[in-house]
């Protein structure tokens, strides 16, 4: 009975020590196998805004596209339902966008849109799967040679694939799922907005790495 | 004297056990400092584990309030802590405004929130799995389930 009950304590006491000592190595290995995963296979999508005012305003996100994918669809709120966003016809001032998507996406590559103005530039234009568009605000003239200068800039490139998903919902919806899924699947390193102006410095770009800078 | 060796063994391990066992979730952690004369300084260290223990003994009536209210957001929380946990040490969101500092992220299995500035400092560490088990026992006493 005795060396029984001394056998029974002595394993457990091993089994207790054993728990106690392997559980943390268990949780680091974890750990180890999940940051692996995400760093090797995943798209991140970050945004930078820089305010240049005088307290500096910096904001920084990072969103891995996946974690998006399944967060999206479980988001029902005013009009975003089931990963889609549903606008009103009458916003978009008489223009179909399905129809003008359509147009840009059977055309060969080139510029479509080329606006000069005093005051800004417009350009919109299709090239190697990509859709461009570049806004330039002017001032008025500038202080320095009385030449109008750029007072902010706007550079969009957004893959096709990424365009097409977006409106391959219904009429009146935009498919920002199936966007992402695009977005997900697209290769390579994309800077998909960059806007600079007097206020602020926005950065919009998607990558591999779960770090902004 | 042998009995009482081995009686002490058995408390002794009974109490490691336990430990081990509160502590494996790791603790929730809470620290707000307010800056301002008098101003309250809260610190404190709750097991993780304790937490979905706890919720079992609040009153169904009132469990079952409070997932009404909740219930809304309950899946998307379950779904948010679940794909956190897969990316461990991110910084997700970081915001600096002169002396404002807010930042969002993961250490290890944990979520991270802290906020800084002039009137206050708080700081915000709960493991992942302890949000998503309270948000999956909530969901289950929405009424209805």
């Known amino acids: ?213 | 004297m042998m009995i009482l060796a081995k009686l002490g063994l058995g408390v002794a391990s009974t109490v490691v056990f336990a430990s081990a066992y509160t502590f494996r979730e790791g603790v929730i952690r809470v620290d707000v400092d307010e800056h301002r004369d008098g101003g309250s300084h809260v610190h404190f260290w709750v097991p993780a584990a304790a937490v979905p223990m706890t919720m079992h003994f609040v009153p169904k009536r009132h469990l079952s309030e409070a997932a009404t209210h909740a219930s809304e957001f309950m899946p998307l929380l379950q779904i948010v802590t679940a794909e956190l946990s897969r990316y461990p040490d991110t910084t997700f969101v970081d915001v600096r405004d002169g002396d404002d500092h807010v930042r969002v992220s993961t250490v290890g299995a944990k979520l991270e929130i802290d906020v800084r500035n002039p009137e206050e400092n708080v700081h915000l560490t709960v493991p992942l799995a302890t949000v998503n088990d309270v948000a999956a026992q909530l969901a289950a006493s929405a009424p209805g389930i």
């Open chain 1, 1 to 213: 009975m005795r060396q029984l009950s001394q056998g029974v304590s002595h394993c457990a006491s091993l089994a207790l020590a054993a728990a106690v000592l392997l559980s943390p190595a268990a949780f680091a290995q974890t750990a180890a196998t999940s940051t692996a995963a995400s760093s090797t296979s995943d798209r991140w999508l970050h945004v930078r805004v820089i305010s240049t005012e005088s307290k500096g305003e910096t904001v920084r996100v990072n969103v891995p596209l996946e974690m998006a994918e399944k967060v999206l669809p479980a988001i029902n709120k005013d009009r975003l339902h089931n990963g889609k966003v549903r606008f009103d016809d009458r916003e978009m001032n008489g223009v179909d966008l399905k129809v003008l998507l359509d147009a840009v996406r059977t055309s060969k590559d080139g510029e479509y849109v080329t606006v000069q103005a005093t005051d800004s530039d417009v350009r919109v234009a299709k090239q190697g799967g990509y859709m461009f568009v570049h806004v330039s605000e002017k001032r008025s003239y500038s202080e320095k040679n009385g030449k109008p200068s750029e007072r902010s800039r706007v550079e969009v490139k957004i893959p096709m694939k990424v365009v097409d998903a977006l409106f391959s919902a219904g009429k009146d919806e935009l498919d920002v799922l199936a966007a992402l899924r695009a977005l997900s699947a697209h290769s390579g390193d994309t800077e998909l907005v960059s806007v600079k102006s007097d206020e602020n410095t926005v950065r919009v770009w998607l990558d591999s790495k779960n770090i902004s800078d």
